[in-house]
DNA sequence: CGTGAGTTTGAGTGCGCTCAAGCTTAGTGG
DNA sequence: CCACTAAGCTTGAGCGCACTCAAACTCACG
């Protein structure tokens, strides 16, 4: 996950990190010619701000490695994250220029982007694209749904126990299989970024997190690594067994 | 809104009232042909379950007339609301079979439906269609997104102003021009609804509302009828001046 | 070591929840 | 036409979870 990529080492598609997973998942080795072509690669430190909340953007962008968040400020500084940015994930609205959030990276990111018009030409051209486009935008719709419900009724022990599943389904099954025993997996973001995901305080944060620890469910090792030694133990902790469809 | 449709005069979309809104609407009057060819319409009581969560869907359907509510239930029954179906929106999610989320009609509501198999095979062979639908997707994940920074940040009484600015922006808009002043609609939930749509209780809904209507920010004349005098004052009271993308 | 970002911990407060009545309104049947 | 009912809404009293403010601690890095 935090293994960094030289951008030289990424110029064929098909040797590509998030080839299956990306917007490009669906297309051809044919179609993935039209991508290559009007693709780059940029790479952005940790903290650096990628877009602000209403700029015109002039690329689409996919993460190659890294995480990066999408968020919103209120006026009086009160902030609420909105998208968490893993590999393969898609930054951008095609058919509108602007963006509504700020995108934050929040280690060193390195995305693989088009520039708009020419990716919203090849978007007409190619079916699969935009078939993937929307597969990926109703994955993100169900996600945010779920989220929702973690900020609408949840408590704060249960918003911790379930962004610590949601983290861990989604990094670990990049990876292959998810074993339920002796998870371990690190949590890319500070407890302020924490706060700002699940609607908390980071003081409330980080009382949650060691109220996990005490009672066993988790193990803390460098404050944002984590060992879970029991799965369920963790998502029986969340309020709701159905689990997350990340 | 309100207004009842006979089915019957329904059959021809050139005259239906969400063709310029619903999932059709890019569409030429010949591609209009082929979904004619496999719709139908289906009207549900109010108070009626259209799709449990959990079923597997027979059909996709479009809002035609009424309000309809997307939501999630814990096992304890804290239920949040994810999303309001208002007339021209879609549901189901082609290319999966299940749905997540229950699906409850608030007012009578008719919608235009159709299988499943062939609306999929329609997609592949009318790219207006899936235009449409990712655009509507994108608008949709937007939306929630918004609805994520109301549900985590605000207190209950942004909340509530949130709540009403969306619903007379929406509202509204499918009427045409949103005049500035003396804005009367009717928000078409219960006080309950209202509560699991913004993650309150139903008493602090009854509560705050009346707290709106004491500083002369709305005016309640049959409880779910509204009158805001002042635009502008309500949005004031959402906490962002921002205001939503609906 | 000194610095600063990130984290933990404590004490006190308040917003929204819970529980409990009572009220309003629309619908139903005598 | 009115009593009866039930669903929806309002109002009050008290409590507790998460917030605020404040201080100390940890740890990586110069």
Chains 1, 2 share one sequence.
Not at 49 to 54: A, E, F, Q, R
Not at 55 to 76: E, M, Y
Not at 92 to 97: A, Q
Not at 109 to 125: A, D, H, I, Q, S
Request: hydrophobic letters at 45%; one cysteine or more.
């Amino acid at each position: 996950m935090t293994e960094l990529f030289s951008p030289k080492e990424l110029l064929r598609c098909a040797d590509c990190p998030i080839r299956k997973r990306a917007v490009c998942a669906y297309c051809e080795p044919a179609e993935l010619a039209d991508l290559d072509a009007i693709k780059s690669y940029k790479t952005f430190a940790a903290g650096e701000t990628m877009v602000w909340s209403g700029d015109v953007v002039s690329h689409f962008s996919s993460i190659v490695s890294g995480v990066a968040t999408l968020s919103q400020t209120l006026d009086d500084g009160r902030r609420q994250m909105v998208g968490l940015l893993l590999p393969s994930d898609f930054i951008g609205r095609p058919g509108r220029g602007q963006i509504t959030f700020d995108v934050e990276a929040k280690t060193e990111v390195t995305v693989c982007r088009f520039e708009c018009r020419p990716f919203e030409v090849l978007l007409g051209k190619i079916p699969h694209l935009r078939e993937r486009l929307l597969d990926m935008t109703m994955d993100d719709l169900d996600a945010a749904r779920e989220w929702m419900l973690v900020l609408g009724r949840k408590t704060a022990r249960e918003k911790i126990a379930s962004f610590l599943a949601i983290v861990a389904r989604r990094v670990l099954s990049v990876e292959g299989a998810m074993p339920e025993r002796d998870l371990e997996f690190d949590v890319m973001l500070t407890r302020e970024a924490m706060a700002d995901y699940l609607g908390l305080t980071l003081e409330t944060v980080s009382r949650q997190m060691n109220a996990l620890k005490k009672d066993g469910v988790i193990v803390l090792e460098k404050k944002r690594a984590i060992k879970v030694p029991v799965f369920s133990r963790l998502v029986a902790e969340t309020g709701d067994d159905t689990g997350f469809s990340f």
